[in-house]
């Protein structure tokens, strides 16, 4: 028998350090060590959800508030990242959980969901209703607009904007991974 998926959602300031150490583990592995400090810098600070297969952390994800430029308006953005689930419980609904709660937040409280997917993840996005950009990705250095020939998985859920998919779509600088 299945076990049923408990996903909490909670704020970065109301996690424990032992809860705040597991989902950083979870995304190590995860993503094969390939998770940086500018990573985890870009994952905390917003609404986490945590799924749970008992007592055991399976999956994360996290929703931080950005604001993405995109015809003359600066829009309020949720921006999901580390979005993961553990290797053993793939394909088993989880990442669909932490996804259902990030996107009741982003519903909530944003203009626009926004994340940038890897390619393993992309399937899962474009299934859930959200479209891949096709427009130009920039990014809003210290310098000015820098186009982003780099970035081709940005993906975005409008809620109340009205996006052109085909536009130039600009995000806010930070370090490391600018989408």
């Not at 299934?127 to 993906?155: M, Y």
């Amino acid at each position: 028998m299945r076990n049923v998926i408990h996903v909490q959602t909670a704020h970065t300031s109301d996690l424990p350090s032992g809860t705040l150490k597991a989902v950083r583990e979870l995304l190590l592995d995860a993503f094969d060590g390939e998770f940086s400090e500018e990573d985890w810098d870009h994952t905390v600070g917003g609404v986490h959800a945590l799924a749970y297969d008992g007592d055991d952390l399976v999956g994360h994800g996290s929703l931080v508030q950005r604001r993405l430029l995109h015809g003359g308006r600066a829009l309020r953005t949720g921006y999901v990242e580390g979005v993961a689930v553990r290797a053993d419980r793939r394909r088993q609904g989880y990442g669909t959980a932490v996804m259902d709660a990030l996107e009741r937040v982003v519903r909530e409280a944003y203009e626009l969901g926004a994340l940038s997917a890897s390619d393993e993840g992309a399937a899962l996005y474009s299934a859930r209703g959200w479209g891949r950009w096709q427009g130009p990705t920039s990014v809003l250095t210290p310098a000015g607009v820098v186009l982003d020939d780099e970035d081709s998985g940005v993906f975005v859920l409008p809620v109340t904007a009205t996006v052109d998919l085909t536009g130039e779509i600009t995000c806010d600088w930070r370090d490391g991974d600018a989408w």
